[in-house]
C-alpha cells in the first residue's frame, strides 16, 4: 500500500488559513488523494479528495504539487471546530475504497 | 435522515471471550467497512462488506469476522478475545465499491477487554 507522511501535530490561530501537508513520494498513476478529518469523540469524516486538478469544495481546498508526489490541504479560516486530526490517505483505484489511515495530523486550534 | 448507527456505545469483555458488535448503515447504503481503531493510533482496514459478501480483508486474523444482511446492516464478530483487542471499532458506509465513494463512519463501539 502506498504510504503518506504527515506532521505529527499543528496550531493555528483562529481565523487565520491552516496549510497541512503530505508526502506521498511513492504515489502511483491512479492513486487518488483523500482527506479525512476526526473530531474528539467522532468517527473519521470526509473532508476532500482530488487525483492531479486542485479542488475545492465548502469545507477545505486541496493543492496538488505537480509531480503528485505531496499535497496540501487548507483552511481558509480556522475555527474551532476544525480541531481534529487531519489524515492523508491513498486510495488505490481498483481497491474499492479500502481506506489505508496513517498517524495523521493533530490540529489544535488557539482562540 | 439517520447516519451509520452502532451498537453497543460500550461493551467490557474478559479475555477468551466472544463479541458481536453491529452496524447500520446510512440511508441508501450498501457497502460497510469496518476499521479497528486502537487509542492514540489511525484506524486500521479489517473488512469490507458488498451483496453480503466479504469483498476486501486487511491484515487481521480469523477470530475477526463479519456478516451482511439483505438489509444491508452489518456485524463485526471477535472470538477468543485478546487484551490486544481493546479499541474503538469503527463502522463505515459507502454506495458500491468504488473507490471514490465517500465514506461515512459511525461513532464507533468502544471495546475494552480485561
Known amino acids: 500500500d502506498a504510504k503518506t507522511t504527515q506532521p505529527n501535530s499543528m496550531e493555528s490561530n483562529e481565523e487565520e488559513p491552516v496549510h497541512l501537508p503530505c508526502n506521498h513520494s511513492?504515489?502511483?498513476?491512479?492513486?487518488?488523494i483523500h482527506w479525512y478529518r476526526q473530531l474528539p469523540s467522532q468517527g473519521p469524516e470526509y473532508v476532500i479528495h482530488?487525483?492531479?486538478s486542485n479542488v475545492n469544495n465548502r469545507m477545505a481546498s486541496l493543492a496538488i504539487a505537480e509531480d503528485r508526489k505531496s499535497s496540501t490541504l487548507i483552511l481558509h479560516r480556522a475555527t474551532l471546530r476544525d480541531a481534529a486530526v487531519y489524515y492523508c490517505?491513498?486510495?488505490?483505484?481498483?481497491?474499492?475504497?479500502?481506506?489505508?489511515f496513517g498517524q495523521g495530523t493533530e490540529l489544535s486550534v488557539k482562540p | 435522515d439517520a447516519g451509520v448507527t452502532q451498537s453497543p456505545t460500550h461493551l467490557i469483555k474478559t479475555r477468551g471471550q466472544q463479541v458481536t458488535l453491529r452496524c447500520s448503515p446510512k440511508?441508501?447504503?450498501?457497502?460497510v467497512s469496518w476499521y479497528q481503531q486502537a487509542l492514540g493510533q489511525g484506524p486500521q482496514f479489517i473488512f469490507q462488506?458488498?451483496?453480503?459478501?466479504?469483498?476486501q480483508r486487511g491484515n487481521f486474523p480469523d477470530r475477526f469476522s463479519g456478516h451482511q444482511f439483505p438489509n444491508y446492516s452489518s456485524e463485526l464478530n471477535v472470538n477468543a478475545l485478546l487484551l490486544g483487542d481493546s479499541a474503538l471499532y469503527l463502522c463505515?458506509?459507502?454506495?458500491?465499491?468504488?473507490?471514490?465513494?465517500?465514506?461515512?463512519f459511525g461513532p464507533g463501539t468502544r471495546l475494552t477487554v480485561l
Open positions: 511513492t504515489i502511483s498513476g491512479t492513486d487518488y
Open positions: 463505515a458506509s459507502s454506495l458500491g465499491l468504488a473507490a471514490l465513494n465517500e465514506q461515512f
Open positions: 482530488g487525483l492531479t
Open positions: 440511508s441508501g447504503h450498501d457497502t
Open positions: 490517505i491513498l486510495i488505490i483505484y481498483n481497491q474499492g475504497g479500502k481506506l489505508i
Open positions: 462488506y458488498y451483496e453480503e459478501e466479504e469483498r
